[in-house]
């Protein structure tokens, strides 16, 4: 596609649920980012995957989240048992080898509430 | 360990003021350094880069940044800020053996007509 896509946009969930979060990259890139934005937290780094290399977890804050990349392509990234304080911007993002370090081109993101 | 500090949550500046906003990182060795903005209801977009030589370097929207060693800076700048660039503003920081970015908490700019 022309850009990184997100779905849904809007996410409304009651605590204790589990949500699935979706990111289609921009074609062709080999890299992918998710990253939490939070009011007053700036944008917080999640996990990253690059190619065919072991992604890096550092980020996910709790067992609660993983994330998965099939084919190299799309992304989900999972939310077990939400907690209210989940509650928060998350944020997809990829680049590639023409786009340079760094250049990360995002999505519009998807508002996850948690009541 | 990466970090970014945007000491300014917020600023405000009148329409054709100049605009400096700062950014310090920490990093053991010469970083990548970014700005991104975030205007309202949009993605964050890239503004401009630092990987090596020029310490100034201009982005896109009149923007440029100053990279500074001994201050462990990167502090964006314009000369006569528009009301359109009222947005979030992120400082960025990347390792050059990885594409990930850690960024700073960002800085929300009002622009006063």
């Known amino acids: 596609g022309a850009g990184v896509s997100q779905s849904p946009s809007n996410k409304v969930t009651e605590k204790g649920k589990d949500v699935e979060l979706r990111c289609d990259p921009i074609s062709g890139h080999t890299a992918l980012y998710w990253y939490r934005q939070s009011l007053g937290q700036g944008l917080e780094f999640l996990i990253y995957f690059q190619g065919n290399s072991a992604p890096d977890k550092s980020g996910l804050p709790s067992d609660r989240f993983s994330a998965e990349r099939t084919g190299g392509s799309v992304s989900t990234l999972t939310i077990q048992r939400t907690q209210q304080e989940d509650s928060a911007v998350y944020l997809c993002a990829s680049s590639g080898v023409v786009s340079g370090p760094g250049e990360l081109f995002f999505g519009s993101g998807t508002q996850l509430s948690v009541l | 360990a990466q970090s970014v500090t945007q000491p300014d949550i917020h600023i405000t500046v009148s329409e054709g003021a100049s605009l400096e906003l700062r950014c310090n990182y920490s990093y053991g060795a010469t970083p990548y350094l970014f700005w991104y903005v975030q205007s309202p209801g949009q993605g964050l977009q890239l503004l401009l880069k630092y990987f090596s030589g020029d310490t100034l370097v201009q982005g896109i929207k009149g923007f440029e940044a100053e990279f500074k060693r001994s201050q462990s800076s990167f502090n964006l700048r314009k000369p006569s800020v528009h009301w359109s660039d009222a947005a979030e503003y992120f400082c960025?920081?990347?390792?050059?053996?990885?594409?990930?970015?850690?960024f700073g908490t960002g800085t929300r700019l009002q622009v006063f007509p």
């Open positions: 960025a920081v990347g390792a050059r053996n990885t594409d990930k970015l850690i």
